[in-house]
């Protein structure tokens, strides 16, 4: 079974709109993490975010904003006013605790395409 | 400071042909990651280091494929014989080892096996 499932595969929305990308976890752990990266055309994983999992706040991070919610098992990421820049592929991934912790589980990514 | 360092960028080879793809890590970073990038299958762990030594090489697709990490700044996947299959971008990452820290990436070699 998959640990990290983005059901969204791809997202067109006009610039200025918000998107909201979907992800959601599974594991058995109390202690985990979970992160967001962002892979722009040109390529390269750029890391956004991590939590973990005894942090339930959601956070703000000027456009981006991030909310974590235990209770249904998702880390869900809205961009508002979204810019054309936004256009790229976004995974969601999960590390466990134990002595694993060092391994990453990544979703499918949901490409996201912002027209002008 | 600089990242995590890849060579070559981009590989065009011949089927059958040895492919090595080469990483350097951020100085210091204890755990080392190679990972496979294709539409079909998305982002796959292939294997990953921790003080040079592989702790998890359960993702190596079959006996083709090798990596070492011979010391703290070097890794090689190797690819022998290289099949058309193999075409993929294949990440390098990094990261200190602590718990809950996010991984660096490389910049990613685009292989392509005709």
């Known amino acids: 079974a998959q640990k990290v499932t983005q059901a969204q595969t791809e997202i067109s929305v006009v610039e200025k709109e918000d998107v909201t990308l979907d992800c959601v976890y599974e594991?058995?752990?109390?202690?985990?993490?979970l992160f967001w990266y962002k892979q722009p055309p040109s390529g390269e994983l750029v890391f956004l975010i991590r939590?973990?999992?005894?942090?339930?706040q959601n956070e703000i991070s000027g456009r981006y904003s991030w909310n974590f919610q235990k209770s249904t098992s998702s880390f869900n990421f809205t961009i508002t006013a979204s810019q054309v820049v936004d256009s790229a592929v976004y995974f969601c991934a999960l590390s466990e605790g134990g002595n694993n912790f060092n391994k990453f589980y990544f979703g499918s990514g949901t490409k996201l395409n912002v027209k002008p | 400071d600089a990242g995590v360092i890849q060579s070559p960028r981009h590989e065009v080879t011949e089927m059958g042909q040895e492919v090595t793809l080469r990483c350097k890590p951020i100085?210091?970073?204890?755990?080392l990651f190679w990972y496979r990038q294709t539409m079909m299958r998305g982002l796959e762990l292939l294997i990953y280091?921790?003080?040079?030594?592989?702790?998890?090489d359960s993702g190596m697709p079959e006996d083709r494929f090798s990596a070492k990490m011979p010391n703290a700044s070097f890794s090689t996947l190797k690819i022998q014989p290289s099949e058309p299959r193999d075409s993929a971008v294949y990440f390098c990452?990094?990261?200190?080892?602590?718990?809950?820290?996010?991984?660096?990436f490389g910049p990613g070699t685009r292989l392509t096996v005709l």
């Open positions: 280091f921790n003080n040079n030594v592989p702790i998890d």
């Open positions: 939590r973990n999992s005894f942090d339930e």
């Open positions: 594991t058995r752990d109390t202690t985990y993490y």
């Open positions: 100085s210091g970073h204890d755990y």
């Open positions: 990452a990094s990261t200190l080892g602590l718990a809950g820290e996010e991984q660096f």
